[in-house]
C-alpha cells in the first residue's frame, strides 16, 4: 500500500518521520509543521491534515520538521511529537485544534522521543545536546529526571526502555553505552567503549540483560593535512 500526504495547497509534501498509533489502525506521518494521519485500511490520501502552527508569522504551536513520535498505550489517543525546533507537543487524536500540553527545555532538535509502558512518563533526547529528559506526565512543567550522555553533532542517538519501564539504554558519539535507572537517574552500567559513535542501542526483549548497540558516523578527510 502507498500513502500520500498532501498539504493545504492541495501538494504532494514531503515527510520524515512516522509512526502507528496505539491499536495500529492509523498511521501518523510528520511533515513541516504538520501532521498527517492516515487510515491504514486506505491506501491513498490521508483522513486528517493537522497544522502545528496557525500561521508562518502566528506565536505558538510547533515550527520546523516533525521529527519523531511516540504514542501512550495508557492513555487513549494520546502521543508525543518532537521537531527540530527544539519542541515537544502532546496531542489527542480526537482533537485536531490543539494541543495537550508543551514540553520545553531541550536546546537542540528533538530526534527521540518515547513513553515509559505505564504511560506515567515520556523521555527525549536531541541533537548536540548531552541530555535526555524525563517528563511525568502528570506534571509536565519541567523535566523530574536528567540523564548524562555525549551527542555532539547532529546525528540522530536512539535509545530504548526496558519492559518494566525501571531502565534507559543510550549510546553516544563518544562510544559510551549507559544504562540508567529511570526514576533516580543513577547510572547503573557502563558498557565497554567502541571506537566510533553509538548511535542506536536496545535491550533484548527475551533477556533484558543482554543489549545490542550499532556504531557509525560520517568521518571526513581533510586533504590538505600532511599524511
Known amino acids: 500500500a502507498s500513502y500520500l500526504p498532501y498539504n493545504d495547497k492541495d501538494e504532494l509534501d514531503h515527510t520524515i518521520s512516522l509512526s502507528f498509533n496505539v ?8 511533515g513541516v509543521s504538520c501532521i498527517y494521519t492516515f487510515d491504514v485500511s486506505r491506501p491513498g490520501r490521508q483522513i486528517e491534515f493537522r497544522k502545528t502552527i496557525a ?9 520546523g520538521l516533525i521529527s519523531c513520535f511516540s504514542t501512550n498505550i495508557y492513555w487513549s489517543g494520546m502521543y508525543a511529537a518532537g521537531s527540530y ?23 537542540g532538535g528533538v530526534t527521540s522521543v518515547r513513553f515509559t509502558p505505564d504511560g ?12 535526555i529528559y524525563c517528563w511525568d506526565m502528570r506534571m509536565s512543567m519541567a523535566p523530574v529526571v ?45 558498557l565497554p567503549g567502541q571506537n ?29 593535512s600532511p599524511a
Open 146 to 190: 536528567k540523564y548524562e550522555r555525549k551527542v555532539e553533532t547532529n546525528q540522530r542517538i536512539y535509545f530504548d526502555i526496558d519492559s518494566n519501564g525501571t531502565r534507559l539504554v543510550t549510546g553516544g558519539t563518544d562510544g559510551q553505552t549507559l544504562v540508567y535507572q529511570i526514576n533516580s537517574g543513577e547510572l547503573l552500567t557502563k
Open 120 to 131: 506515567n512518563y515520556l523521555l527525549s533526547g536531541s541533537r548536540k545536546e548531552n541530555l
Open 23 to 30: 491499536d495500529g489502525l492509523k498511521l501518523l506521518v510528520g
Open 196 to 224: 566510533d559513535a553509538v548511535n542506536g542501542a536496545h535491550f533484548n526483549p527475551r533477556d533484558e540483560d543482554v543489549v545490542v548497540i550499532s556504531t557509525g558516523q560520517r568521518h571526513f578527510v581533510d586533504e590538505d
Open 85 to 107: 525546533s527544539k519542541q515537544i507537543l502532546v496531542y489527542s487524536e480526537s482533537d485536531n485544534r490543539r494541543s495537550i500540553a508543551e514540553l520545553e527545555g531541550h536546546t
Open 55 to 63: 500561521s508562518r508569522k502566528a506565536k505558538g504551536g510547533q515550527r
